[in-house]
């Protein structure tokens, strides 16, 4: 365990005396420089002097590496760290773009193999593993001395990135779900668009009106429900009043009845062939393909699909999720996380404040890759698609949740989903679905 | 006489020197197989040797491991999931090497003959091997796929079944395995081809004088004189299969799970996604055992059917 | 006469026609590659792939060139790549020949240690050698990239099994006149196996192009990415425009397959496991 931590605070503290030694004598000399200098008069030179007591963490030249994930925002990233260098000429950020589904490959063996990059982004499904093992810095004492305002940023998405009550990341991002339609199906089925005043029965009506059929095979659905916890089932049990784990992450919720409700209420659509079947949905993507190609009329989604729905069908639009016995869509962001075997723990520290800073945040914002998390920056974001109401996905933070999490890792929700997928497919009996799926959730948790 | 005189004295020469020659022999093995086992022992055996000792042990990943004996040994035989996957790798390994090395026998031999186009054909059964994966992935999943795909329609038409291919264990390994021998089996074809076009054409001019017919040919010369090639793609294939990976990932995943595991996507899954490193290995080093055996088998019972020069 | 000419016909259009059938499976997900290669963004988003873009957008290609340091990513692979093939070849034939031709004690058991080269999924050992790569400080360099893959243990295998039918009675010659075994290996043997070895050294090309999970651990740095990790740079966390990623993808490919066009009558005649004529 300590392995990492002590080299961690081995270099820091060498570094420590390194900037307090350093200081003192820059300090000093340029004390007796400027009254030098200024005695004879020389403004530059004093500026000079200023620029280098300015040098952080040292003032030698420190190179951050930065792990991240999505090229789509490599030139957002790039913006950043352009900016940063004016702030701090001596720090360079060395961006390191890994494809996604290579990322947590490599993220691991980086860590297990004493490498890792000093900064990263973290997901909510990592953080608690991650911070329970050690290897994050934890990020509680900026936030106390306040470099970090945290309060800027929404308490749900802030929770994800709290581990036993330190703070390790500030989040970076946000998304949240909402209900894309499309508009030209239910023109031709002569169906009410969907409002935000809809509740699950609604919902339900539209999905059996846009429900066609020829003959026994079915050509067009009126709904996706979709196989992932974050953009399908997950928001219907909370809306039910249900929850996914309980607040300690130990157990499995989905068995209680307002939870159960809820999973059998998504599972019906798939019952009643109102939804692509399972077969169907490994086979064609309804995010890729079978929304986007009009063959669905409804699916609920993440502000991350809205760029690409719009840019495949001007038809699509979106509406906040129906209300069940009260609104709920789940809530996620990435985050910057500092890496406990980093050899420049000072400037990764600064790397983060920065990130952390409205500047940042607003580079984010214009570049309308993504949904900055910092409170009152969205509305670059929200502009970036004339057609579509964008507002939905930020008027939705106000009843969010964060997505469950644990410190033994994701498979907890891998098991959950295998089970209730192979209760959709018919594997197992519709009224035991729910137990079946509670106790393999739970089976994970404990197995840590 | 002295023909005699001089095979006698080369005998002897060569005797004489046996003694040192095997001396020499034996440094220069080593000295020859040096550079590779040295290479060979820093870059795979340490890594290997170091892996059984993480068997032994609980490692998350991201913490040092922790020891649990041969806790994780014991764990597997109860391990539902292990079971699935060995039984799903052993289901896809016996059809897909008999029929892999039939098929590509068979391409083999028809690219064999005199046919025009040779060139051609080659070169399209091989380009499988080039495609990419997502190319791959996208076209089967579409021949697969339970609504759209021609696959069904057809089927259908036929008033047959239409299974849901690759979410149903059953029908997910005849659909792995069809797409594994059409990834495979133009490799296996061209080294096939290889061995087939350096058997002397005069044995096959003598069997038509002695009045042989195709069949017998095949059977007489052919096959005997190929099975230095087979063996080789035997022992590659069923290694190969028992290690089948890629495919599993691109085509049986749905929704955050897959629904047709073999033991390799069981050790990364464990691995790298549910942070159980050290369980990982343990199963790994019980692959490489089996894997170990059947090789084994194969080398010993080699010499009953291969026929070297 | 005219009936066997006749079936012979007949039959060798049954043959053509059997083959192209297959032959049409066997070359459709290269086709569709290609021609989704060249489709606008709106052609994506599709239930049935389709072979026709519905229009022809050859800037996809250009397109990558400016997403990617694409170039840069196709030096690094050459680089690696010829290192790899030189280094395995000489290193594979030199422990092959050593491994049949010549007698010492534990021999074979050193073989099948060998062998086990070939039965450990890669992904089990990528953390100790990964270790081993930061300790030697050969992260993010070719070196990193080259040596610990210049060890083939398929290659041994398949060019023991080649020496293994080459008769013995040259070894014999050579052995009286005195030449020593390393001599035997390399004015004898290696010349005598040069299809054998121009078709080891296209698997190891073909291998060695596609090489993904190695690349991707070692490497950090956006420059020093090869062509299979650098392609998957292209794909993003939400979407990917897989126009843009088959143009990468099909660009990757050509050498490998102009390669192949090409050595397809050394490597036919090439692997051959029995005997010379």
Not at chain 3, 167 to 179: L, R, T, Y
Request: aromatic share 12%; proline share 5%; with cysteine.
């Amino acid at each position: 365990m300590s392995n990492h931590r002590r080299m961690g605070s081995e270099a820091l503290t060498t570094l420590k005396t390194l900037v307090n030694r350093r200081t003192l004598l820059r300090r000093s000399a340029a004390g007796a420089a400027g009254l030098g200098l200024a005695a004879l008069g020389g403004h530059a030179d004093v500026d000079r002097v200023q620029a280098a007591q300015d040098g952080v963490c040292g003032g030698e030249e420190i190179t951050i590496t930065y792990g991240i994930w999505d090229s789509a925002q490599l030139p957002a990233v790039e913006a950043q760290a352009a900016a940063f260098k004016e702030l701090h000429p001596n720090i360079t950020i060395e961006p390191q773009l890994v494809p996604w589904d290579d990322y947590w490959t490599k993220l691991q063996t980086s860590v297990a193999g004493g490498a890792a990059a000093d900064v990263f982004w973290l997901n909510a499904d990592n953080l608690p593993v991650y911070a329970a093992q050690g290897a994050l810095v934890p990020i509680q004492s900026l936030v106390d001395d306040g470099s970090v305002d945290a309060d800027a940023y929404p308490e749900s998405l802030r929770n994800i990135y709290t581990f036993e009550g330190t703070v390790y990341g500030i989040p970076r991002d946000f998304d949240t779900i909402a209900l894309f339609y499309n508009k030209d199906l239910f023109d031709a089925a002569g169906v009410e668009y969907p409002t935000g005043d809809w509740t699950w029965d609604n919902l339900r009506a539209a999905a059996e009106a846009l429900t066609v059929k020829d003959g026994d095979t079915t050509t067009q659905w009126g709904i996706a429900s979709t196989l992932e916890l974050q953009q399908g089932y997950g928001n219907f049990i909370e809306q039910n009043g249900g929850h996914i784990l309980n607040d300690e992450k130990t157990e499995a919720l989905v068995d209680e009845p307002a939870a159960c409700e809820a999973l059998q209420f998504a599972g019906a659509f798939i019952a009643d062939g109102l939804s692509p079947s399972v077969a169907e949905q490994q086979a064609n993507d309804p995010y890729e393909a079978l929304f986007p190609a009009g063959v669905i009329a409804m699916i609920p989604g993440g502000s991350w699909n809205a760029l690409t729905f719009s840019q495949a069908n001007p038809a699509i639009q979106v509406v906040p999720l129906p209300t069940g016995e009260k609104r709920a869509s789940a809530i996620h962001g990435l985050a910057n996380v500092v890496w406990t075997g980093s050899q420049q723990q000072c400037a990764a520290l600064e790397w983060v404040k920065y990130l952390a800073s409205a500047d940042a945040e607003r580079i984010l914002g214009e570049t309308g890759t993504v949904i900055p998390a910092m409170e009152g920056l969205q509305e670059d974001w929200v502009g970036s698609i004339p057609g579509m109401d964008l507002q939905v996905f930020i008027d939705a933070v106000d009843y969010s949740f964060p997505l469950p999490a644990s410190p033994a890792g994701p498979e907890w929700e891998t098991k959950l989903g295998e089970t209730l997928i192979e209760g959709w497919s018919g594997g197992i009996p519709p009224d035991e679905i729910c137990a079946r799926a509670d106790e393999a959730a739970d089976a994970a948790l404990s197995a840590g | 006489m002295a023909v005699a005189q001089l095979a006698k004295d080369v005998r002897a020469f060569r005797s004489a020197r046996v003694g040192s020659r095997t001396r020499a022999q034996t440094l220069w093995g080593y000295a020859l197989i040096a550079p590779m086992m040295a290479g060979f022992a820093v870059f795979f055996l340490f890594a290997l040797v170091a892996s059984l000792a993480l068997s032994l042990t609980d490692w998350d990943v991201l913490a040092p491991p922790q020891w649990v004996g041969v806790d994780n040994y014991a764990r597997l035989l109860h391990d539902d999931a292990f079971m699935t996957a060995l039984r799903n790798t052993a289901a896809l390994t016996i059809p897909n090497v008999a029929l892999r090395l039939t098929l590509s026998l068979a391409l083999a031999i028809a690219l064999n003959s005199r046919i025009r186009f040779r060139a051609f054909y080659r070169t399209l059964f091989f380009i499988p091997v080039l495609t990419m994966p997502v190319a791959i992935a996208t076209i089967w999943k579409w021949l697969y796929d339970p609504t759209f795909g021609p696959i069904n329609a057809a089927l259908g038409r036929l008033g047959l079944p239409q299974p849901e291919w690759l979410t149903h264990q059953g029908s997910a390994l005849i659909a792995v395995v069809i797409v594994l021998l059409w990834s495979g089996v133009g490799y296996d074809m061209v080294i096939f081809l290889a061995g087939l076009q350096n058997i002397p054409r005069e044995y096959y001019e003598a069997a038509q004088i002695d009045g042989a017919g195709a069949l017998r040919q095949f059977r007489d010369i052919t096959l005997p004189l190929l099975t230095p090639t087979t063996f080789f793609l035997t022992v590659i294939a069923i290694i190969n299969s028992l290690q089948v990976f890629d495919l599993i990932f691109v085509m049986t995943e749905v929704g955050n799970t897959n629904r047709f595991p073999t033991i390799v996507y069981y050790i990364f899954e464990e691995g790298f996604k549910n942070f159980r490193m050290g369980y990982a290995i343990t199963v790994a080093w019980v692959l490489l055992m089996i894997i170990l055996a059947f090789t084994l088998l194969q080398f010993r019972l080699q010499r009953r059917w291969v026929h070297y020069a | 006469m005219n009936r066997l000419t006749l079936r012979h016909a007949l039959s060798e259009i049954v043959l053509h026609g059997v083959l192209l059938t297959i032959g049409i499976l066997f070359l459709l997900p290269f086709v569709w590659s290609v021609a989704t290669s060249l489709k606008p963004l709106r052609d994506l988003f599709q239930v049935t792939p389709s072979l026709i873009p519905s229009e022809v957008r050859w800037q996809n290609y250009t397109d990558v060139l400016d997403a990617v340091p694409f170039v840069r990513f196709y030096a690094n692979t050459i680089v690696v790549t010829v290192a790899r093939v030189a280094g395995q070849v000489f290193l594979a034939s030199m422990a092959a020949f050593a491994f049949s031709r010549l007698r010492f004690p534990g021999r074979d058991a050193i073989f099948f240690v060998l062998l086990a080269g070939l039965m450990v999924p890669e992904q089990v050992l990528i953390i100790p050698k990964y270790a081993l790569m930061r300790q030697l400080g050969w992260l993010d360099t070719y070196q990193g990239l080259i040596v610990p893959l210049l060890f083939s243990s398929f290659g041994v295998f398949l060019l023991r099994q080649y020496f293994l039918s080459i008769p013995a009675d040259f070894q014999e010659a050579a052995m009286i006149e005195g030449a020593n075994p390393f001599q035997i290996y390399w004015q004898i043997y290696l010349p005598l196996a040069r299809p054998a070895l121009a078709a080891f050294a296209f698997l190891v090309v073909l291998w060695s192009w596609n090489e993904f999970l190695w690349a991707l651990i070692v490497t950090n740095r956006t420059e020093m990415q090869v062509l299979s990790v650098g392609t998957a740079l292209l794909q993003g966390q939400h979407f990917t425009n897989t126009a843009l990623l088959l143009a990468a993808a099909n660009m990757a490919t050509i050498p490998v397959l102009i390669l192949f066009l090409f050595f397809q009558r050394h490597l036919v005649e090439g692997i051959t496991l029995s005997g010379l004529k």
